[in-house]
């Protein structure tokens, strides 16, 4: 796998092309290999501009000294019913062999599983009470209900937080009368009280978001629609605060209990129903898929194919006199030198999340809020989801003492969960993810990471101190090492010794230009409205908005491609490619 794709952080002042896309994370890198390898412009017309030193966005894959596997600090997995990530990944099914996959891109990926552990083993940390996370299900096989120290409504005492999503997302679906005849058959009860079963395709879930109406006559939100509902608005009125409160600190997110959109939070709190769906990764690094795509673009570099890296969009603007041959002109600041320059382009291509879209100029013909009101007030549709990642190297996997080999814990504590991602079988040498992405934390932890002194890594197996030394610089501070550590002893209790890790690194990824980890729509917007708006707001410019943001996959690799792919065949005439089946849905 390779991962030195050139990038050019020079310029090229007065550069004409058709194409500018601008970020070069999955969506952007999709645009510009679909559109160069669908023969739709020649490479040198389809140029990407970033300005990062590296490609793939919110992708991030290290490794550490002394570990011989990688660990993830942005995304980090994917779904298998995600068609596009899964057959660019995997290869596309055989037509001849449906056991068979064909490569669609050269560098060779390796796709593995994405371990979840097991409940039986893995941690539950919740008001000072430790339990294992299968202990609902060991209470209900013996006819009990688990008490815990949660003031539960009767109706609700002994279900487990995803038990008790369930429940909510059922009462709510089945109190709309529409739903119930058009889509009940889909929508099951199981053998006990705690089972709950959604056969809903996205098809079906696209089709009930926009309608289903919230019945419930004794209630303040009665007869409004689900969408303009806010999710904690409508999880307090099902199962009181108290089991609000469960469900934030139980389900190991606070981000999935924010007060988002309920409609849309549905589908994602219930998740991909096929039963062989899986969480999977790629053993080269996640960040695997943004490189393999940059390279099949950057084949055509001999024909003029470039990432501009360290080129920052300042603004762009139209009508100039002396765009003749080309509507906009776009203005890069060169990060390296200082110095601005100019390109000339036919239509442009913002592959950016919010923030990076709100650190534009504002005033420029497109989001001049006087002149465009809507595409300002759709901007707004989604929440910045903080997210801080931290991963931590120790001398060996002190966790398997509690039986402990993959997954994660949980916990109400500020550190939420912690995944056990790996050991080094030559060294021992071990990685262990403190990822913290949520709203309610973040100013616990922004506190400990503004503070000056940083952790000073230790030599270990084969991890020398001059090797550990060149990650000075993305290593957490002391101070949140230490209470991050204090936390971990926490939630695992006294019957285990934890050793200090020897390194961190850590990473922010609410700075600019990111803002956010991921992104939550808003209650009261109209997604299947906001969605295609975004992909050409101005109906008579060619300028499209498209990334994971603005997506209904929000948080997935899937949901940047599936954005990318529908503006390609809207806006650009591309067909859907020979490898994605004509069947898959794209979402709205």
């Not at 600041?333 to 592959?351: D, E, H, P």
């Not at 498209?546 to 997935?556: F, L, P, R, V």
Request: glycine share 6%; hydrophobic share 35%.
């Amino acid at each position: 796998m390779n991962k030195n794709t050139p990038l050019n952080p020079g310029m090229h002042p007065d550069l004409k092309i058709e194409v500018a896309i601008i970020g070069a994370g999955t969506s952007g890198l999709y645009t510009a290999y679909r559109l160069v390898t669908d023969k739709r412009f020649k490479p040198s017309d389809v140029q990407i501009f970033d300005m990062n030193e590296k490609l793939g966005g919110r992708l991030e894959s290290v490794i550490m000294p002394g570990m011989n596997f990688w660990g993830e600090l942005g995304g980090m997995r994917y779904l298998t019913s995600q068609e596009i990530v899964t057959n660019l990944i995997e290869g596309y099914p055989d037509p001849l062999d449906k056991q068979k996959r064909i490569p669609i891109l050269k560098d060779i990926m390796t796709p593995v599983d994405f371990p979840m552990g097991e409940a039986s083993k893995l941690l539950m940390y919740l008001r000072k009470e430790r339990c294992l996370q299968n202990a609902w299900n060991v209470a209900q096989d013996k006819g009990e209900k688990l008490i815990t120290r949660y003031y539960l409504n009767d109706d609700d005492l002994g279900f487990s937080s995803d038990q008790l999503f369930n429940k909510v997302i059922y009462d709510v679906l089945m109190a709309d009368p529409w739903v119930a005849e058009k889509y009940g058959e889909k929508i099951k009860r199981g053998k006990t009280m705690y089972d709950y079963s959604f056969e809903l395709t996205s098809v079906d879930w696209d089709d009930i978001k926009p309608r289903l109406v919230y019945n419930f006559p004794n209630s303040p939100y009665d007869k409004r629609k689900v969408n303009d509902l806010g999710f904690w608005n409508l999880l307090k009125d099902q199962v009181s605060q108290e089991g609000y409160e469960f469900l934030a600190n139980a389900g190991g997110y606070y981000s999935n209990t924010i007060n988002w959109n309920s409609a849309e939070a549905f589908p994602y709190m219930v998740g991909d129903f096929s039963a062989d769906t899986k969480y999977k990764t790629i053993e080269e690094g996640y960040d695997s898929i943004a490189y393999a795509i940059a390279n099949a673009y950057m084949e055509y570099d001999s024909e003029g194919a470039t990432i501009w890296s360290e080129n920052k969009l300042i603004t762009f603007r139209k009508d100039h006199p002396l765009l003749t041959t080309h509507k906009y002109e776009l203005t890069f600041l060169n990060l390296k030198t200082n110095t601005t320059w100019k390109v000339y382009a036919n239509s442009i291509v913002l592959a950016m999340p919010r923030k990076s879209l709100e650190l534009l100029d504002q005033n420029n013909f497109f989001f001049n809020v006087n002149e465009n009101s809507k595409l300002n007030y759709n901007i707004r549709s989604v929440i910045m989801e903080p997210a801080f990642k931290i991963l931590m190297g120790f001398p060996y996997p002190w966790w398997k003492e509690l039986g402990i080999d993959h997954g994660h814990s949980i916990t109400d504590l500020p550190m939420r969960q912690c995944y056990y991602f790996g050991t080094d079988e030559q060294t021992d040498n071990s990685m262990l993810l403190g990822s913290y992405g949520d709203m309610e934390t973040e100013t616990f932890w922004k506190a400990l990471s503004d503070d000056k002194i940083l952790f000073e890594v230790k030599a270990a197996k084969s991890a020398s101190l001059k090797e550990l030394h060149e990650l000075d610089d993305v290593q957490a501070t002391k101070l949140m090492v230490d209470e991050l550590m204090a936390q971990l002893r926490e939630l695992h209790g006294d019957q285990i010794t934890i050793p200090e890790p020897y390194v961190t690194y850590f990473k922010d990824w609410t700075d600019d230009p990111f803002g956010a980890g991921y992104h939550a729509w808003k209650a009261g917007y109209l997604v299947k409205d906001v969605m295609p708006y975004m992909r050409k707001p101005v109906s008579n410019e060619h300028i499209h908005i498209i990334g994971e943001a603005y997506s209904d996959q929000q948080g997935w690799v899937e949901g940047a491609f599936c954005e990318a792919e529908k503006m390609l065949e809207e806006h650009y005439g591309l067909n859907r490619p020979y490898w994605l089946s004509p069947d898959y849905y794209l979402g709205y």
